[in-house]
C-alpha cells in the first residue's frame, strides 16, 4: 500500500507534465503473507510449498487490488487516455515444478512466461500478441511510443510494427541465472528461444518444442 500511495501522490504533483513512472512491487517475494482480504486464499490443513502457494495467491490477489487503485488514480486525475501504461514481472514462482521452489534455480517457462500488458495512450483496442517478446524490448517500445530518439546499441527492439499488426521478425530471446554458481556454486544457466524452439544450456542440455511440451 505505500508503494501505491506515494506513487499516487508523485502522479498527483505531475499532472501538468510529461512524465516517466516506473513503480515496483516487491510484495510476490519469500516470506509470503496472508494478506488482509485475501486470508481465504490460504487454505487450513497445507504446510510446505502448498501453504506457500496459497500464501502467494493471497499476495497476488493484494498485488492486483493495488494495481488496480493505482489505475483507478490515473483515471481519477484524467490521465488514463494520454497515458501509456505497461504492466509486466521479472519472474514466476515455482512450487515443485521440476523439483525446484521459489525462483532462480532453473530456466523453465514457470519462472520465465510472465504477463506483459500495454495500454497505449488514447486507445481502447484489444489484441493478443503470440510472438515471444522479452524485457529487453521494453526500452525502445517506449520510446518510439513517444517520440523519443532511440537509444544506439540496445539489445532490444521495438515492438511497435508488432502491435500495429505488421509482421516481423523478432530476435531470439535470451535467458540467464548465476543464482545457482553465486548461492551453491552449481553451473549458471543460459537459455534461448526462438521460433516455437527453446534451449537450456546447462551440464546437461534441454531442448524443447515449447507448443508441444508446455511443462517442459
Not at 86 to 92: I, M, S
Not at 169 to 192: D, K
Not at 206 to 216: K, T
Amino acid at each position: 500500500a505505500l508503494v501505491t500511495d506515494t506513487a499516487l501522490h508523485w502522479i498527483d504533483e505531475h499532472t501538468d507534465r510529461p512524465f516517466f513512472l516506473y513503480v515496483h512491487s516487491i510484495d510476490l517475494h519469500y516470506p509470503y503473507l496472508a494478506r488482509a482480504g485475501f486470508e481465504g486464499l490460504v487454505r487450513a490443513g497445507r504446510s510446505g510449498l502448498e501453504r506457500d502457494s496459497d500464501l502467494y495467491d493471497s499476495e497476488l490477489a493484494y498485488t492486483d487490488r493495488e494495481l488496480g487503485r493505482l489505475l483507478d488514480g490515473v483515471r481519477g486525475v484524467q490521465l488514463d487516455q494520454r497515458t501509456t501504461i505497461l504492466v509486466t514481472a521479472d519472474h514466476g514462482e515455482e512450487f515443485g515444478e521440476h523439483g525446484s521452489a521459489r525462483h532462480g534455480h532453473t530456466l523453465f517457462d514457470t519462472l520465465l512466461h510472465v504477463p506483459m500488458i500495454l495500454k497505449l495512450a488514447g486507445r481502447t483496442d484489444r489484441r493478443r500478441i503470440e510472438d515471444s517478446v522479452a524485457h529487453v524490448d521494453v526500452m525502445p517500445t517506449l520510446l518510439q511510443l513517444t517520440g523519443s530518439s532511440p537509444v544506439p546499441g540496445v539489445d532490444g527492439v521495438s515492438l511497435v510494427p508488432i502491435l500495429a499488426g505488421k509482421a516481423a521478425e523478432l530476435p531470439a530471446a535470451y535467458s540467464e541465472t548465476y543464482q545457482p554458481w553465486t548461492s551453491y556454486g552449481w553451473s549458471p544457466l543460459r537459455a534461448i528461444r526462438h521460433g516455437g524452439w527453446k534451449l537450456i544450456v546447462a551440464p546437461r542440455p534441454e531442448l524443447y518444442r515449447v507448443e508441444l511440451d508446455p511443462q517442459e
